[in-house]
């Protein structure tokens, strides 16, 4: 009778490595486009909120006094707002910045009659 010697291999060959990271890679780039996406549209949202906001006050603002006054107007790392004045309206602006401008939404303005332009119209849903 022969001694039989079995050897066990342990570990993973090459191949089985290689299966695992181009599975890993393949959900990646499908996984990082929509996470992108998502933070894109809740910083959107955030910002239709700010915007809303400071419509609120402008308009407490003209019951009060009859005018609209200047705004203290908040910092966002992800928009850069401003109130621009002409008579007696008022434009509010949230324009992206940062990872931000890629959104394609772009640059958000609400104004006196709480109006938006036609082309942001899919954007404020």
Partial sequence: MSKEISLRHQG???IELLIVVAIV????A???????????QSQRQ???QTLLT????????????????S????TSNS???SVSYANSTYTLTATPKNGQSSD???????????ETTAAQANCWR
Avoid at 55 to 69: K, L
């Fill in 12 to 14: 993973f060959t090459l």
């Fill in 25 to 28: 890679a393949i959900i990646a």
């Fill in 30 to 40: 499908v996984a990082l486009p929509s996470y992108r996406n998502y933070v894109q």
């Fill in 46 to 48: 955030e910002a239709q």
């Fill in 54 to 69: 400071l419509a609120q006050q402008q308009e407490r603002s003209f019951a009060r006094t009859g005018t609209y006054n």
């Fill in 71 to 74: 705004l203290t107007v908040p």
């Fill in 79 to 81: 928009y850069t707002f």
């Fill in 104 to 114: 394609s939404c772009g640059t958000m303005t609400l104004n006196h009659k709480t």
